[in-house]
């Protein structure tokens, strides 16, 4: 089994910082990619960042330039540092990991946490 254990959600006011972290735990045949997603009430769930094996980012173009992803392969450990927050951040972060399913990383398989929730007030 695997699991993922995010933390460091919170309330902020606007322009402050939070980081988010997420643990991958278990069986694991490797992590193709992580990244993190959020759902605001009354919207679709999105993705906010997301960061491969070979260390590529990616990042929505509303958090550019203000949130980072990093990873640390040896913990299992991905990371959402945000700065200058705004009041449109507040929502429920998920963490995702793509996990090889074996040993000849052919398959993957998707995986979330529970999420944690990031308010920001104006």
């Known amino acids: 089994q695997v699991q993922l254990v995010e933390s460091g959600g919170g309330l902020v006011q606007a322009g402050g910082s939070l980081r988010l972290s997420c643990v991958a735990s278990g069986t694991l045949f490797g992590i193709a990619s992580m990244g993190w997603y959020r759902q605001a009430p009354g919207k679709q769930r999105e993705l906010v960042a997301v960061?491969?094996?070979?260390?590529?980012?990616y990042n929505t173009d509303s958090v550019k330039g203000r949130f980072t992803i990093s990873r640390d392969n040896f913990k299992n450990t991905v990371y959402l540092q945000m700065n200058s927050l705004k009041p449109e951040d507040t929502a429920v972060y998920y963490c995702?990991?793509?996990?090889?399913?074996?040993?000849?990383?052919?398959?993957?398989?998707?995986?979330w946490g529970q999420g944690t929730q990031v308010t920001v007030s104006s």
């Open positions: 960061i491969t094996s070979g260390g590529d980012t």
């Open positions: 995702n990991a793509n996990l090889y399913t074996d040993s000849t990383k052919i398959r993957t398989h998707d995986y």
